[in-house]
């Protein structure tokens, strides 16, 4: 791995700490606008959130969760009733705004994504149903996207987060784009975390096959900064891009790839606004007239009933 996927993108691990199994967060150098934990909990495990000068969005990733979250002016007991995987359609999620202490308990594997604000907002239930769901691109590049914390959704500070599945075969994150550019009305200033999750695919994958699940993923410069990631992807790992364009994220034939991802950046306004590269903005032309992957949308999979 070069020195610039070393700094940009971790393992499953590599940045584990205090009882999470990986944060992102400004103590690492270059890194100040947006957050990322997640976690492992098993029946009776608790994880503090302490108050901070964040907003924050708690996702279920797998399984269900309690969060006690104390606000003025008062206390509140939020059960998030999660899903069996990422692969199984669009989850509730809570907001908390700054000034929140929480604990999360239950059983399963979550995520809480952060940014600095000094803004405050009420603190807000979304459920999985109230989820906007787009159905994204056209082709092999046809992807499911999750827009729970976008500004269309939420009324948060700075904020924005959305999950995208991507069947087998497929391409997202594609045409490759960046947002490191200050140009109201058609360029915002992003901080992007991707973090992943790969499985067997929903369609066909042979589940014995799950712990060498994969997807690629890549990153390369802008005039904004050197960036370069080219990497085999698995659940669990993390890429930070701080600037530069980014795509592909490729699911391998067999598996399905899922990420998430979280955004803000200095810029007055919350939105986000995309430059593709100009070598490859063409392919979008392509999509016109191409058939949707008939696999999605992903679904409660009824199969899965009862799991965590």
């Not at 957050?35 to 708690?58: F, K, M, N, P, W």
């Not at 603190?123 to 056209?138: C, D, K, S």
């Not at 014995?208 to 993923?217: L, N, S, V």
Request: glycine share 10%.
């Amino acid at each position: 791995m070069s020195t610039a996927e070393e700094r940009w993108f971790h393992r499953r691990g590599e940045l584990a700490r205090d009882g999470w199994q990986s944060v992102v967060d400004a103590s690492l150098a270059g890194w100040q606008h947006t957050g990322i934990r997640i976690a492992e909990l098993t029946d009776g495990d608790e994880l503090e959130l302490t108050a901070l000068d964040v907003e924050r969005i708690i996702v279920p990733l797998a399984g269900s969760f309690r969060i006690a979250h104390h606000h003025h002016p008062g206390e509140w007991h939020t059960r998030l009733h999660g899903r069996a995987s990422v692969f199984d359609g669009p989850t509730d999620v809570l907001y908390l705004s700054i000034g929140t202490t929480a604990t999360i308990s239950g059983e399963g594997r979550v995520a809480v994504t952060e940014a600095p604000t000094a803004e405050r907002r009420d603190w807000q239930y979304i459920a999985a149903e109230e989820t906007p769901v787009e159905l994204r691109g056209a082709g092999r590049s046809s992807r499911q996207v999750h827009n729970f914390g976008t500004p269309q959704a939420l009324d948060a500070a700075r904020l924005i987060v959305c999950e995208v599945i991507t069947p087998a075969e497929n391409w997202s994150s594609y045409p490759p784009h960046k947002h490191d550019e200050h140009k109201p009305g058609h360029e915002s200033r992003l901080e992007e975390i991707y973090y992943f999750e790969s499985a067997p695919s929903r369609s066909g994958g042979r589940q014995d096959a799950a712990d060498g699940a994969f997807g690629m993923f890549s990153t390369y410069s802008s005039p904004a900064g050197e960036i370069e990631i080219n990497a085999m992807v698995g659940t669990g790992d993390i890429a930070l891009v701080p600037f530069g364009y980014h795509g592909p994220a490729v699911a391998a034939p067999g598996y399905d790839l899922y990420y998430l991802n979280v955004m803000a950046g200095p810029d007055p306004e919350r939105t986000w606004l995309i430059s593709d590269d100009p070598a490859h903005a063409w392919v979008r032309d392509t999509w016109d007239g191409q058939e949707f992957d008939s696999r999605l949308p992903y679904e409660h999979d009824t199969d899965k009933e009862g799991q965590p």
